[in-house]
């Protein structure tokens, strides 16, 4: 059905070409991974709720004067976007101990922390996206100092709008996966918001429950993902009826489908 040219396909999303220069579409898949792909499954519906929730806070980040890479929705399972150069970082912000943090440290999960810390991961399957430091990121040349820095303080700022975001809503932002890209305008480079903001890559704790809604469901068996990601965009205010039921009957087919 598709006959875009395919750029690149992740974990979770697949890459097109846009229908503009410099434009993509991105793709959410219903695939489910984690610890690097060692445990996989396909979890019908996920893909339209992350492509939902990603809207929704991209351009809610959009509005508070974070760049991003987000152009507008598409369809069910697609959003247009501002081609990038992936910084190969991935940014992680935490408030909360939990996830390798806990196992790292030893630290109770659950444990506020005395103030917001940032990660750096390098991308890259082969290693398992190892844990690197500002000094690893510069030496090997995968951003300079001014990058850092840029990303850093945005980094903050997201935690800071949607901890407040979420906490509106009776969610505890645990901690979050964000990544940056390099967008070229005029001969000039800006380090935007790039890839996608979902449950899949935030730990959400119900704050009443401390229920998890979030991709842990997954990775610790607990099942009940598609529940969590539909409770979290209900109270996000953006689900009308049934998101994850795309048309199973005859249909009108569009040209973005
Ligand atoms: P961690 O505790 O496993 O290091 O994860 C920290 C945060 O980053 C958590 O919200 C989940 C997210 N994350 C991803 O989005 N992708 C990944 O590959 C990993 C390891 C974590």
Redesign the pocket.
């Known amino acids: 059905m598709n006959r875009r040219r395919r750029l690149y396909e992740g974990k979770a999303k697949i890459l097109y070409e846009g229908p503009e220069p410099g434009t993509l579409i991105q793709h959410f898949k219903d695939d489910a991974t984690a610890f690097n792909a060692k445990k996989h499954d396909s979890i019908e519906g996920k893909g339209v709720l992350n492509n939902r929730i990603s809207e929704h806070i991209f351009d809610r980040l959009g509005s508070i004067g974070i760049p991003t890479h987000f152009i507008k929705r598409m369809n069910m399972r697609e959003q247009l976007v501002k081609e990038v150069e992936i910084v190969p970082i991935?940014v992680?912000v935490r408030n909360v101990a939990?996830?390798?943090?806990v196992k790292k440290l030893g630290l109770d999960e659950g444990t506020q922390l005395p103030r917001s810390i940032i990660e750096f991961y390098y991308k890259s399957d082969e290693l398992d996206?190892p844990m690197v430091s500002e000094e690893h990121i510069t030496a090997f040349g995968w951003a300079s100092p001014q990058e850092i820095d840029e990303m850093m303080a945005l980094a903050l700022r997201i935690n800071d709008f949607l901890s407040g975001l979420f906490f509106g809503i009776g969610i505890r932002l645990v901690?979050?996966?964000i990544e940056f890209g390099r967008h070229f305008e005029n001969e000039t480079m800006k380090i935007i918001l790039a890839d996608e903001i979902s449950p899949?890559?935030?730990?959400l704790w119900d704050i009443e429950t401390d229920n998890k809604l979030d991709k842990d469901r997954f990775r610790q068996d607990l099942g009940g993902l598609i529940d969590a990601y539909t409770e979290v965009a209900k109270r996000l205010g953006i689900l009308t009826e049934n998101p994850t039921n795309e048309p199973s009957g005859p249909r009108l087919v569009t040209s973005n489908e």
């Open positions: 991935e992680v939990a996830g390798s943090l996206d901690d979050f996966k899949d890559c935030c730990r």
